[in-house]
Every structure is written in structure tokens, then in C-alpha cells.
């Protein structure tokens, strides 16, 4: 009878569960493990770079959870964090972080393309802008890409890595990525899509696909229950009195069991997002990003890579460029400094198109990395193409393994020289993390890590941690709170 009886319960007192929707909490976990949502890296590049007050402001810290970590929560910012990082980041300052001491180790101080996205320069003796990295690795962008850890083998090669650069009149922008692939023996920068009809063309047959489900587990219930009634029945314990309630109870369930029939719904779901005209280059941004965000909802893409050009081109901005690292940066006229300030705010739009898609049970942000860097570290003064102390902006919590909403700053509390930040090999290193890929899946020669090391370790934040595998191998402290790959 006991086993009867707790299946009666459980008709009684869980009927109405019956016509529940499924509850993803309440399935086994192997089944709970197929309905997480994965995680989506955009990283989004601009050409030049800021200078150090434009970027990070004046900014000082509150909290110091370890040694050369030091971090203020944005929540005790009032108003703009600074030019660049400005109103249109406001509402979002839970979402992203802010972080300083970000350095690039290299071999060639000229003009680079690299420095963000492969943690390396080219190699010495060269001067251009699209020379592949002296690390001989793809850009972080490209291994993602085609690493089985982020695609299954059906998805098919030109859904792996969106490559955007969405701005026409920029002649120094135009046609470039900060991607670079293999190409046989080289490693060739990646030509992006311009048009937005062409990336909307990439994955419009994803678009506006129908789901058929069938849901069987009302007819499996009562099959279940009906099992347990045959045994009761036939047990030889069963008394008569209690035989003739059983077959009286069994009636009344099998009414119930003829009007229970398996239930088909079909569901369209990635719809393709509503494009506005495009009148201007911001209307033509904001299509591409919205396509870009409805593909990773959709899960016709998981990575992404977008450059932004500046207003006017090469004759114009490189001049700025050059003379930005000398000027003041609060109230800074230059040309430069106000097309960064644009390129901020449209990061800020991509952010908050990211934010605003339901995604599991949080948002496509909540489940994405966007990374925003420049082609260049912080610029002063006969130091334009710096790679030291990177502006990097980081939004989204990849799923949980990112803490957000902070500046955080990296450098060695007990050094003033320029390289004492943490090496971007790292920062690309908790992306790869992020994305669950490990160091079999990044590093050319194992024990080695990703991207450049130049040897220049004295000043940096743990010293000579960076020239032994553990510390290449490892993700940012505390801003990283996954798990270690290794």
C-alpha cells in the first residue's frame, strides 16, 4: 500500500502540476545543465587611443580586496565616470567595469594593430599598420572562433566570427579589423562586412525559425499511476473492502486519463529584429548591432569583432593623434577626443542592446563579454603608440564569472614606472576562460601562454610570476571569479 498511497498524494495534493509549464530548477541536473545559456564574446576596437585623463579621469580607489588590487565600485561615482566613459554609461554602471594597469608587452614600439586582441606587437625591424603578431598566435577573436569548446560541428564558417566595421568615411579605419587568421604560413588580417544588408543576409535564414514540441508527461503520469495500481491490486495484502475503494478511486481516474492526450505547440521563435532607415552612420550602427544581438540570442553566433572609425580620416586625426598626449583631457576640442567620446557612447548603445534581450533567466549581457580597447595605451607626450596601461572596458558577467561594476586598478602599489600593470596576455587569458577554453586550446608551445612575453617582469605586480606557466596560464585576480583552467 505505501507505494500506492504516495502516488495518490501525489495526485491529490500536485494535481494542478499537471498542466505546470516545465520548471528548469526542478529537472535532474543533467537536464538542467542543457538549458544553460552559453556565453558570446564581441570585442568591439577603435584606432588611436586617449589620453590618461579623457579615459580614466581622476580616479582614485575605496576598497582593496588584495595586494595591487584596488577598486571603486562605480555605484560611488557620481555622474560621468569621464569623457569618454560618459552619460550614456550611467545607467549601466552595474554592468561593466573599468580597468587600469592593462599593459601590452612588446618587441616594436610603431604603428599596431595587435596590441588588444593578441596581447603582442609585431615583431622588430618593422613599421605598418597590419603586420601580424611576433607571438605566431591567431587573435583572441579567431581562436574562439574555432575552438570546439564555443562551436558544435553543424555551425557553419561564416556564422563562427562576425567581423564589423560599420563606418564609411574613415579612410584609415576603412577596411581594417584587429583580427588576425591563418592564412597557410601567415597570419593575415581579417577583412570585416561593411553593409548591413550583408550581415543581415548571414543569418537571415536563422531568423524566424518554428520549434515543434510535443509534451507527453501528463500521459507518462498517468501511465505511472496506473502501473502502481496493478501492483496494489494484485498484492496479497490488499484487503476486499479495500480492493472495491482502489477500483472505485481507479474509475475516477481513468475518466481523467481519456481527455489526456500528448499537447503540440509550435513556437516561432528568433525573430528577425525591426531595422530602422538608414539616414546616417549611427543609424547604420544601431541596425548592425541589433542584428548582431538578435543572431547571439538566437545562438546563430557566439563571437564577434567590431571596429569603429573615427568622423574624418587619416589627414585630420593622425595630427590629433599625435598631439593629444600634451593636451589637457577634461575639456579637451580636439577632433580626436570628440570622436572618442562618440565611440564611447556607442559602446554604450551596444551595452544596453545586449541588456535589453531576454536571455535563460537574465539577459544577453548577463551571458555575453563585451570588450572595448583601442589600438593604443594611454598617449603622452612623445609617446603616442604606447602599449602601456591599455583603456579597457569590460561589460557583461559571462555567465557569472566575471564581477561587474567597479573600476579596478592593477598596478603595482610599490612601483611609479610606467610597466607596472598586468599583462593583457592575461586579460585575453580570463576571456578564453570565460569562453571554457584552457591552455591545450590557446598556447602555440605549451607552457608558454598566449600572446608576447618581452621579459620585462621587474615592476609588474607579482614580478616574475609571468615568466613561469602558472602565472601565463592564469586569469585576472578577482575581477575573474570562475574556475581555474589551468
Not at 603582442?120 to 618593422?126: I, N
Not at 609571468?466 to 571569479?481: E, K, N, V
Request: a neutral charge.
Amino acid at each position: 500500500m505505501t507505494i500506492f498511497l504516495r502516488r495518490r498524494l501525489f495526485l491529490q495534493g500536485a494535481g494542478a502540476s499537471l498542466v505546470l509549464p516545465l520548471l528548469p530548477s526542478l529537472l535532474p541536473r543533467t537536464a538542467q545543465a542543457q538549458t544553460a545559456r552559453p556565453v558570446r564574446y564581441v570585442q568591439v576596437m577603435n584606432v588611436y587611443g586617449p589620453n590618461e585623463r579623457t579615459f580614466f579621469g581622476s580616479r582614485s580607489t575605496s576598497m582593496r580586496p588584495m595586494p595591487n588590487v584596488n577598486v571603486k565600485p562605480l555605484s560611488e561615482i557620481a555622474g560621468d565616470f569621464s569623457p569618454i566613459i560618459g552619460a550614456a554609461f550611467n545607467p549601466l554602471k552595474a554592468k561593466f567595469s573599468v580597468l587600469r594597469g592593462i599593459d601590452t608587452l612588446i618587441a616594436n614600439p610603431n604603428h599596431h594593430s595587435c596590441f588588444a586582441t593578441c596581447a603582442s606587437s609585431y615583431a622588430g625591424g618593422l613599421d605598418g599598420d597590419n603586420y601580424p603578431p611576433v607571438s605566431g598566435q591567431e587573435s583572441i577573436d579567431v581562436l574562439l572562433s574555432k575552438s570546439a569548446k564555443v562551436y558544435g560541428a553543424s555551425t557553419p564558417l561564416a556564422r563562427r566570427l562576425v567581423s564589423l566595421n560599420p563606418v564609411t568615411n574613415d579612410d584609415y579605419s576603412d577596411g581594417r579589423s584587429f583580427s588576425f587568421q591563418r592564412n597557410g604560413n601567415n597570419l593575415q588580417m581579417v577583412s570585416p562586412l561593411r553593409q548591413t544588408q550583408a550581415l543581415f543576409d548571414a543569418f537571415s535564414s536563422g531568423f524566424g525559425m518554428s520549434t515543434t514540441t510535443t509534451d507527453t508527461r501528463e500521459v507518462d503520469l498517468m501511465q505511472a499511476v496506473y502501473g502502481d495500481y496493478v501492483r496494489t491490486r494484485d498484492s496479497a495484502r490488499i484487503s476486499a473492502a479495500d480492493k472495491q475503494k482502489l477500483e472505485a478511486y481507479m474509475a475516477l481516474v481513468n475518466d481523467v486519463a481519456k481527455s489526456v492526450q500528448p499537447t503540440t505547440s509550435t513556437t516561432t521563435t528568433c525573430a528577425a529584429p525591426t531595422r530602422a532607415t538608414e539616414s546616417d552612420v549611427e543609424a547604420a550602427i544601431t541596425n548592425q548591432f541589433k542584428i548582431l544581438a538578435a543572431a547571439m540570442a538566437c545562438d546563430l553566433t557566439r563571437v564577434a569583432s567590431v571596429t569603429l572609425g573615427m568622423s574624418q580620416g587619416y589627414g585630420a586625426r593622425h595630427t590629433e593623434h599625435h598631439a593629444v598626449g600634451a593636451q589637457d583631457g577634461i575639456n579637451n576640442p580636439s577632433g580626436l577626443v570628440q570622436d572618442l567620446k562618440a565611440i564611447g557612447n556607442r559602446v554604450a548603445r551596444l551595452i544596453s542592446i545586449f541588456d535589453s534581450v531576454a536571455d535563460g533567466s537574465g539577459t544577453l549581457l548577463d551571458n555575453s563579454i563585451i570588450y572595448w580597447s583601442q589600438q593604443y595605451g594611454i598617449v603622452k607626450p612623445s609617446g603616442e603608440h604606447e602599449p602601456d596601461n591599455m583603456p579597457v572596458v569590460v561589460a557583461g558577467k559571462a555567465g557569472g564569472a566575471l564581477r561587474q561594476g567597479n573600476y579596478i586598478d592593477f598596478r603595482n602599489e610599490g612601483s611609479s614606472g610606467e610597466s607596472r600593470g598586468l599583462p593583457m596576455n592575461n586579460l585575453l587569458v580570463t576571456f578564453m576562460n570565460c569562453m571554457g577554453l584552457s591552455s591545450s586550446d590557446y598556447e602555440k608551445t605549451a607552457g608558454q601562454g598566449y600572446g608576447y612575453y618581452n621579459g620585462n617582469f621587474q615592476d609588474r605586480p607579482g614580478g616574475t610570476t609571468w615568466s613561469a606557466t602558472a602565472g601565463r596560464r592564469s586569469a585576472l585576480p578577482w575581477f575573474y571569479a570562475g574556475a581555474s583552467l589551468g
